[in-house]
């Protein structure tokens, strides 16, 4: 890679058809996984965001949270690396993962050990589900969810309970940026449905670029035949958001397609999930993550013939924003910094 497509890449962005998977060194690289097993009822997630602080420092925030039995692990784990030419994290000997593998290790009760199999790629080489914003430097976040599907083969420790997840669906996703996330966000992501090849993923939020700053939602469907539907573009396929913390409603009516997505999860359910701020070395209450919420999906082609209609019971929906999440954390009755990890001391 030249050193002027460095700097470029470093800035956060991607030329077209270029690899947006390694890391492009910005302050905060995010890598996300979850696995989904209707015949259980059960879902798990796994995170880890590589951070760099101002001067240098690198550090990860790591987590494992599942549903329904609520167990939730997050912790800040120094010495974090990821690979400028492949999809490889590691942070020591906590957490390690490249595209076929995942394995995390925060305690006796909160182990991941899995291998992806039959993988369903991101099947659109010029760009990824962000579109023309991957090609704008400097962005607050950028969006790329990588993996649509496969089947896992390994296990989990959740808790008291070893879950075998061999089959389960499979979904990963990166997202990146200058300092950690916008100051308000939303997100959600299915499997479960009938239609076991199919997967719905969201993403929306405030993206800032010097003066710039608008307000974009992507949605993505891989519909169960293989075809990926995605919309979101801001001047072709713009979508409409209402979202609380315990509702999400998007609709786009875009030039080929129309697409409409709901979510319902219910507050008291939810986990409070960390996100870094990596200019402080630190994370905080950040989002309110529901992993056993209700999703329904339609997709229409622009003459209104119904293309798929969908529903999982074992969606994951996300409302983030730290004030938000900080007053959710105080409303269960704990302190203001009960998911604050300072990395070091």
């Given amino acids: 890679m030249s050193r002027l497509s460095s700097r470029y890449r470093a800035t956060g962005a991607d030329r077209p058809f270029g690899n947006l998977l390694p890391a492009h060194g910005v302050a905060m690289e995010g890598y996300f996984w979850r696995f989904t097993q209707p015949d259980q009822g059960r879902t798990l997630i796994a995170l880890c965001g590589v951070n760099t602080s101002p001067n240098g420092e690198r550090w990860a925030t790591l987590g494992l949270a599942a549903h329904p039995n609520r167990v939730l692990h997050t912790c800040a784990q120094p010495g974090a690396l990821d690979n400028p030419h492949a999809l490889e994290i590691s942070a020591n000997s906590v957490f390690r993962a490249d595209v076929d593998e995942v394995h995390l290790d925060l305690g006796p009760d909160a182990r991941l050990d899995i291998r992806v199999n039959n993988p369903v790629s991101w099947p659109r080489r010029y760009y990824g589900a962000s579109g023309l914003f991957h090609f704008v430097p400097a962005l607050n976040q950028y969006w790329h969810p990588w993996l649509l599907g496969g089947q896992a083969s390994g296990t989990a420790t959740v808790g008291d309970e070893t879950w075998d997840l061999d089959g389960a669906q499979v979904y990963a996703e990166k997202n990146w940026g200058r300092e950690g996330f916008p100051e308000s966000w939303w997100w ?46 801001p001047l ?12 999400w409603s998007l609709h786009c009516a875009g030039r080929r397609y129309s697409v409409r997505v709901e979510g319902f999860g219910r507050l008291g ?37 119904v293309i798929w209609t969908g529903e999982s019971a074992l969606a994951a929906l996300e409302h983030g924003g730290i004030a938000r999440a900080r007053a959710e954390v105080l409303r269960r009755g704990g302190g203001p910094d009960d998911t604050d990890a300072p990395p070091l001391p």
């Fill in 188 to 233: 959600g992501q299915a499997q479960g449905f009938a239609e076991p090849g199919a997967c719905v993923a969201f993403a929306g939020g405030i993206v800032r670029a010097g003066l710039l700053k608008t307000e974009v939602t992507v949605i993505v469907v891989l519909l169960p035949g293989g075809r990926l539907v995605r919309v979101g573009d």
């Fill in 236 to 247: 072709i396929s713009p979508v409409r958001a209402r979202v609380t913390d315990e509702s």
């Fill in 269 to 305: 359910d939810a986990h409070v999930l960390p996100v870094p701020i990596p200019s402080q070395r630190r994370n905080v209450p950040g989002a309110i993550e529901h992993l056993g919420a209700r999703m329904t999906v339609e997709v229409r082609r622009r003459g209104g013939e």
